[in-house]
């Protein structure tokens, strides 16, 4: 397969977005360091090529920035992980912007309360950032915690939502 590669420029920064020739994302986050981006990728899922061009999701990542929000909701993705992985993703695009969940209320939402570790790791383990929202995880004691792209990114795009 060969994917396609864009950078677009963003308030937060150069954002990659690696797609399959079907326009899916496969990763994506706030680097121009393509290496970076497609290291995300499960094995499984690693393009045998990658080219650079326009992708779909762009004008997604455009839309958002512009404040429509739900914009992202629109983009299809695909990621390769544990069953708890998958549906923890699948949680992450359902939790509100604005309305961040903690690990530990992300946990008991996967139907995993004592799970927190492990909800953490689905957030670690996301490679389509934005269009996954693993940045609307907070630490149990309401602070920022990690992010793979940076926290005063994950900084930003949590006061965006809450200001929306």
Not at 44 to 55: I, N, Y
Request: charged share 20%; aromatic share 6%; glycine share 8%.
């Amino acid at each position: 397969m060969t994917a396609v590669i864009q950078t677009i420029d963003t308030p937060d920064g150069p954002f990659t977005i690696v797609a399959d020739e079907r326009g899916t994302v496969l990763a994506s986050g706030w680097t121009a360091d393509a290496e970076a981006a497609i290291a995300r990728i499960h094995p499984s899922l690693r393009p045998d090529a990658v080219a650079e061009g326009e992708t779909d999701a762009a004008a997604a990542v455009r839309a958002y920035y512009a404040g429509d929000l739900a914009a992202i909701d629109r983009v299809e993705v695909r990621q390769h992980g544990t069953a708890m992985q998958e549906t923890g993703w699948d949680a992450l695009r359902a939790i509100e912007p604005g309305s961040p969940l903690t690990y530990t209320e992300f946990a008991v939402q996967l139907g995993q309360p004592s799970a927190v570790r492990a909800a953490a790791s689905v957030c670690a383990r996301n490679a389509p950032a934005l269009f996954v929202p693993c940045h609307r995880v907070l630490r149990t004691d309401g602070s920022l915690g990690g992010f793979a792209w940076g926290v005063d990114v994950k900084e930003r795009l949590l006061a965006r939502e809450a200001a929306a």
